[in-house]
């Protein structure tokens, strides 16, 4: 582990990344505003090219039509992926809800690992690439679209590793400076409950916060292949069959515990009003038989912040347990329910004592009286902000932010997988590199940046007995 901290540009400054205002840490996000259905030039229209045709893809693309309105049109011009079947079960379940908005011929449904640049391709400056793909290829998809000029909505998370959160901030730079649009998305800070929230803690209506918890505790999130020689895949390459099976493998998502639970954690850190430096874990593999994922069925994460308090994160994939599904936050004056319970809505609310069974002091949406407002979906939401400012020409780039999240995920995993404290400084400047060699891979039959053994097992970890992650 290469601990030494060198002398970096400005994006990876500390300070940026550790500020002590939610509303600073969100880089020009516009987290903290509610915003209406976008306005401007009547009937624009921006062409938009899914790169990632996976169901996280599809979903933001429907996303993304549910937030249009009449003042800025979407049209899908573009389909990318490495799998023909994902591209064509996309179009398939898109078109039978959005057919309107549909303009794909075949021609422009590319497969191959150039079908990203080939998509991007058929767009103009100012349109919109999606990245849905696995992070491990979000920096150079990243780069290919500020060479376009264009427009940028990237899942989350944005990076797995500290060089390939370095690369990108580098990259990042470059689309400021051309002005780009770049949502990326973590869209629990574009929802309306969080932020009325947000902005009643930092009013001070729950004191001085004492920790946070985020709690994902579910059944099995991921069903895992076996060894790829006993399935139906048997035949395909390595580097294909990871791909397929991208949640199990760290170079490719951060495996589970950065995919799944980034929403958690960065929300109670937008709370916090600062990022952890530094974070303390543990796990275990229980019933996992020879499942030749990398992860760990529970992680339990002690986060600090740079105040001393802490951030709890406790996650579980086991069938027949107890289940939890939300973010919490206790105070000096009550307790806040930040998220859930059971899934990714809020009903942010905020109780006069230390727990949801006491006083209830205030309930997004109950202003006025009478029946609780439900909240917006926060996926749609995102996209109203981003798409305001494109249609708006307002400074918009949520890549600062979404690395810093990443990072501090990705800091919680590794402190678990080696079994000691890891720090904020020491996971963004980490000398490993999962994604090594990636710009070379050119096809299905490239050397994958992971290797399996010779019984088509992969590496899992082993705290205590390895000095950095695989």
Not at 327 to 352: D, E, F, M
Not at 395 to 423: D, F, I, K, Q
Request: glycine share 10%; hydrophobic share 35%.
């Amino acid at each position: 582990m290469n601990q030494a901290q060198p002398s970096l540009p400005s994006p990876f400054s500390r300070r940026q990344f550790l500020g002590t205002s939610g509303k600073a840490a969100i880089g020009g996000a516009l987290a903290g505003m509610v915003l209406p259905h976008v306005h401007g030039q009547s009937g624009s229209t921006k062409k938009i090219a899914l790169i990632g045709c996976g169901g996280r893809g599809t979903g933001a693309v429907a996303n993304a039509f549910d937030a249009s309105g009449p003042y800025c049109q979407l049209k899908l011009h573009a389909m990318a992926d490495v799998f023909e079947w994902r591209v064509k079960n996309s179009y398939k379940g898109l078109e039978s809800s959005h057919k309107d908005k549909m303009d794909i011929p075949e021609d422009r449904q590319f497969v191959g690992f150039d079908a990203y640049k080939e998509a991007m391709d058929t767009l103009d400056p100012g349109d919109i690439a999606i990245f849905a793909s696995p992070c491990a290829f979000r920096r150079p998809h990243y780069e290919y679209a500020i060479k376009k000029k264009l427009n940028v909505f990237m899942e989350k998370p944005v990076t797995p590793d500290g060089p390939s959160s370095k690369k990108i901030l580098v990259a990042n730079e470059e689309a400021k400076k051309l002005n780009l649009k770049v949502g990326v998305g973590l869209m629990c800070r574009h929802s309306e409950a969080r932020i009325e929230l947000k902005d009643r803690i930092d009013n001070g209506e729950l004191g001085e916060l004492l920790y946070l918890k985020a709690v994902r505790m579910q059944g099995r999130l991921i069903g895992w292949d076996k060894r790829k020689q006993e399935t139906k895949d048997k035949d395909i390459s390595d580097l294909l069959y990871q791909i397929k099976n991208f949640h199990g493998f760290l170079w490719l998502s951060g495996g589970v515990y950065s995919d799944f639970n980034i929403h958690n954690i960065d929300e109670c850190c937008w709370m916090k009003g600062m990022w952890p430096v530094k974070a303390m874990g543990l796990g275990g593999r229980h019933y996992r038989g020879d499942e030749i994922d990398q992860n760990l069925d529970s992680y339990s994460v002690e986060y600090t912040f740079p105040d001393d308090t802490k951030l709890y994160f406790q996650g579980r994939s086991m069938n027949k347990c107890y289940q939890e599904f939300a973010s919490h936050a206790n105070g000096t004056k009550g307790y806040a329910l930040i998220s859930g319970p059971g899934g990714h809505a809020s009903q942010a609310r905020i109780h006069k004592g230390q727990g949801p069974k006491s006083e209830l002091a205030w309930m997004f949406g109950t202003e006025g009286g009478g029946r609780p407002r439900r909240e917006k979906s926060a996926y749609v939401d995102e996209w109203d902000h981003l798409l305001d400012a494109i249609v708006n020409d307002k400074p918009y780039n949520e890549v600062e932010r979404g690395v810093a999240a990443s990072v501090v995920t990705s800091m919680g995993r590794m402190a678990t997988h080696l079994g000691r404290e890891v720090s904020y400084d020491e996971m963004l400047n980490c000398s490993h590199d999962f994604c090594a060699g990636i710009d070379d891979i050119v096809d299905g039959d490239s050397p994958s940046p992971l290797l399996a053994k010779a019984d088509g097992s992969y590496a899992i970890p082993q705290p205590g007995q390895l000095s950095t992650e695989y």
